[in-house]
Nanobody
Framework: QVQLVESGGGLVQAGGSLRLSCAAS????????MGWFRQAPGKEREFVAA????????YYADSVKGRFTISRDNAKNTVALQMNSLKPDDTAVYYC???????????????????????WGQGTQVTVSS
């Protein structure tokens, strides 16, 4: 089992940047694919980005491609989401999640979904003002 704690959220103006971090407990972190999701008020949780257990594969939602970068440091049990050129539509609670079955790593074609992820953090608020 792994416990996840997000940090780095806050208030930023449109066009600005934030870096989210997710710290994981447990010695098995490096065996999980990791992902970031977000949920805006009144909307369903949506996929943002994912990274394979080795860090060799990444996948992004079209809405953030070219602006966000996911990375991980298995030695430090952390995964990060660098968010640049932020827009008001990026305002949401951002969640870190761990996929025990390594769907991204093993799939020929990857279709991200929340149900693939087994462990979730509590979330960190990101607010982008216009």
């Amino acid at each position: 089992q792994v416990q996840l704690v997000e940090s780095g959220g806050g208030l930023v103006q449109a066009g600005g940047s934030l870096r989210l971090s997710c710290a994981a407990s447990g010695r098995t972190f490096s065996s999980y694919d990791m992902g970031w999701f977000r949920q805006a008020p009144g909307k369903e949780r949506e996929f943002v980005a994912a990274i394979s257990w080795s860090g060799g594969s990444t996948y992004y939602a079209d809405s953030v491609k070219g602006r966000f970068t996911i990375s991980r440091d298995n030695a430090k049990n952390t995964v990060a989401l660098q968010m640049n050129s932020l827009k008001p539509d990026d305002t949401a609670v951002y969640y870190c999640a761990a996929d025990r079955d390594r769907t991204l790593s093993s799939a020929r074609y990857y279709f991200p979904a929340a149900f693939q992820y087994d462990y979730w953090g509590q979330g960190t608020q990101v607010t982008v003002s216009s």
